[in-house]
């Protein structure tokens, strides 16, 4: 994955690097070390200190382990979410895709990383969780939905969906599709700067912090039949 191109920055990227491996975060710390756009700010061994952390608003970006003691990372990262502008979360895993990663990225992950991945692909995930961008393929986060999903149907009422214009309800069902905004545009004739617009007002009736969420509620809501994930 090569390293996206992120808006300018005014500061360093402020990383929060949660593991409760001392080995993982002192690796991770060396490699981010040498990217003058990133700085790591803080350290925790559990969900319990990555909350408290991010609490204290020492973190744009949080390298978030899945599982460690106490609080694991699915949850501390549903508990981030819940907090006023939270930073963005991306997931390690030693896993490649499983139901871990699905379960954090609804919990409102924007992405996951491999934790044996090349060190340009960490630097990449930081710059492009601070930009807002996914830190893993939409097309990934697809297929996930789409096994996953179909379990955990019905187990939560969607209100906000009504909420949604018919227009914004047709960005959502392409969006969940892992198209891109320039994708999005084409295939609904609109433009790039409009579909940017209807994801951020869906997202804000949704109660949602990212567009990996949003692909999640389009599968678990039944917007979407996991089904079409497979004719990409």
């Keep these: 994955m090569s390293a996206p191109v992120a808006p300018p920055q005014t500061a360093p990227i402020r990383v929060l690097i949660a593991d409760d491996q001392a080995l993982i975060r002192g690796g991770f710390r060396l490699i981010l070390a040498h990217e ?14 990555a909350v408290a952390a991010v609490r204290a608003q020492l973190a744009d970006v949080v390298l978030m382990d899945v599982l460690m003691p106490r609080l694991d990372g699915i949850e501390a990262t549903a508990q981030i979410n819940r907090l006023p502008d939270p930073p963005a979360v991306v997931m ?25 991945a090349p060190q340009e692909q960490l630097v990449g995930a930081v710059i492009a969780a601070a930009a807002g961008l996914p830190t893993v393929a939409p097309a990934v986060i697809t297929r996930m939905a789409a096994r996953f999903a179909p379990a955990a149907a019905g187990a939560q009422r969607w209100a906000g969906l009504s909420q949604l214009t018919s227009r914004e309800t047709d960005v959502l069902r392409v969006l969940a ?17 409009t579909v ?10 949704l109660e949602l912090n990212s567009r990996a969420q949003a692909v999640v509620v389009a599968y678990e809501s039944g917007l979407i039949d996991p089904a079409s994930a497979h004719q990409r």
Excluded: W
């Design 177 to 193: 599709t892992g198209a891109s905004n320039a994708e999005i545009a084409r295939q609904l004739f609109i433009s790039d700067s």
């Design 92 to 116: 390690l895993t030693t896993f490649d895709v499983d139901e871990y990663v699905y379960r954090a990225m609804k919990a409102g992950a924007c992405g996951f990383l491999l934790k044996d």
């Design 36 to 49: 003058p756009r990133i700085t790591v700010a803080a350290e925790a061994c559990d969900g319990v200190e």
């Design 196 to 205: 940017k617009s209807h994801v951020a007002h869906l997202l804000a009736k």
